[in-house]
């Protein structure tokens, strides 16, 4: 069983990354609206999830990752391609959004992150065998196997709703996280860098949101097997 | 290793960030024990499932107003 995963298509194909920029480059430039769609439709979401770290509210990130477009249309003849079109958009994106929240007075420290609670067991203690066991520690309620379960089983509208339910729950620095590394795709370093967030505290806060995610989809699971 | 500890730690463990001791005791505590196999696979899971959201719509009023940018550029 692979445990790892594989590393991104980012990092195997940065030169052709760095091709199919220029082509997309070239096409906004001769004014094609389509490729412009696309590019918004690819990275708007995106883009409102990391303003939301400099900014006080939904709405004012919104407002950001708009402006940054605006931004992004009008340097678009500047582009370079030194780096990728996505990472240039995205620190277009976060000096916006960083100015507009000292606009705003908002402090964007590491403070924040006390936001999510205190430190959560990834599983309830309760499921473990308690210190008087022999086995203590070990898991007294241990979630399904679900290797032998057809793929249906596993990826349908009721578990997928599940997870995307989770998700929307989740405190809003791990929700940021996690949406970025596993809806968006984005690697560790893409997080850290947009969100201003050290290796470390990256990790707890997926770690946390992974957890929360798992125990929300194994509910479901359990509910569909009945 | 206790399977509550390994919980905690699973998600170093795959994003490979574990020092080679504990790595190994990792892979030796999995090799062994089906039950946090199983966790793991629950929360690979979760992964994948969470890479199928990725949605591309953009509310059509705002996509409308960045066009018109796009067009005005």
Not at chain 1, 138 to 153: C, G
Not at chain 1, 178 to 194: F, I, K, T, Y
Not at chain 2, 30 to 46: N, R
Request: with cysteine; proline share 5%.
């Amino acid at each position: 069983m692979t445990v790892v995963d594989p590393p991104s298509i980012a990092t195997v194909s940065v030169i052709d990354a760095g091709h199919a920029d220029r082509d997309v480059v070239d096409a906004l430039l001769r004014g094609d609206e389509q490729q412009f769609r696309a590019l918004v439709g690819r990275h708007h979401r995106a883009m409102v999830h990391v303003a939301q770290r400099y900014v006080p509210s939904h709405a004012v990130a919104e407002e950001v990752a708009q402006d940054a477009w605006v931004a992004v249309v009008t340097s678009l003849p500047r582009f370079e391609g030194r780096s990728s079109l996505k990472t240039w958009i995205f620190t277009i994106l976060v000096n916006q959004a960083r100015s507009r929240g000292v606009r705003e007075h908002r402090s964007v420290p590491f403070s924040s992150l006390g936001d999510d609670g205190p430190d959560e067991a990834a599983v309830s203690p309760d499921r473990f065998n308690g210190p008087d066991h022999r086995w203590a520690e070990h898991w007294a309620q241990p979630p399904r196997r679900i290797d032998d379960l057809p793929e249906e089983r596993l990826d349908n509208d009721q578990t997928r709703r599940a997870v995307e339910d989770a998700i929307a729950a989740l405190p809003v620095n791990q929700q940021r996280v996690v949406w970025l590394r596993d809806v968006e795709g984005w690697s560790a370093e893409e997080v850290c860098a947009a969100l201003e967030l050290t290796e470390a505290n990256q990790r707890v806060l997926l770690h946390r949101a992974r957890a929360k995610v798992r125990a929300a989809l194994e509910v479901a699971l359990e509910a569909s097997l009945g | 290793m206790a399977c509550q500890e390994v919980v905690e730690l699973l998600n170093d463990y795959r994003e490979d960030v574990l020092d080679a001791h504990r790595r190994a005791r990792l892979d030796a505590h999995l090799a062994e024990c089906p039950y946090c196999v199983s966790y793991l696979e629950q929360l690979l899971l979760a992964t994948r499932l969470s890479s199928r959201l990725q949605v591309h719509d953009v509310p059509e009023l705002v996509m409308a107003s960045l066009l018109e940018v796009f067009r005005a550029r």
